[in-house]
């Protein structure tokens, strides 16, 4: 397991970054409510996730409106599912 220093040293992020769904919403030109109903998939939602959908978490405390928000490991995995070629790119710190 790398420490802290060592996850510092190479870059990597140290917490995953949700992204909301009116950012994706400009991301993929799209608007918010076409977004909701043909690409994400919530975690209320009966059944199994498709592969053509994200998967959205609720990061709202449970008497709250839900605040949808999906990985960025997700919208990577999704974007390479619908063709997209993803390039990751890692940098170290000197």
């Given at each position: 397991m790398l420490s802290e220093r060592d996850i510092q040293a190479t870059g990597i992020p140290?917490?995953?970054?949700?992204?909301?769904?009116?950012?994706?919403?400009?991301?993929?030109?799209?608007?918010?409510?076409?977004?909701?109903?043909?690409?994400i998939f919530t975690e209320r939602e009966p059944g199994y996730q498709p592969k053509w959908k994200m998967r959205a978490v609720n990061i709202a405390t449970p008497h709250d409106r839900p605040d949808w928000r999906v990985a960025d490991k997700e919208l990577i995995r999704w974007l390479k599912f619908k063709g997209f070629r993803i390039i990751e790119r890692g940098y170290t710190q000197k």
């Open positions: 140290l917490r995953t970054f949700f992204y909301t769904i009116d950012q994706l919403a400009v991301m993929l030109n799209i608007s918010e409510a076409a977004l909701m109903k043909s690409h």
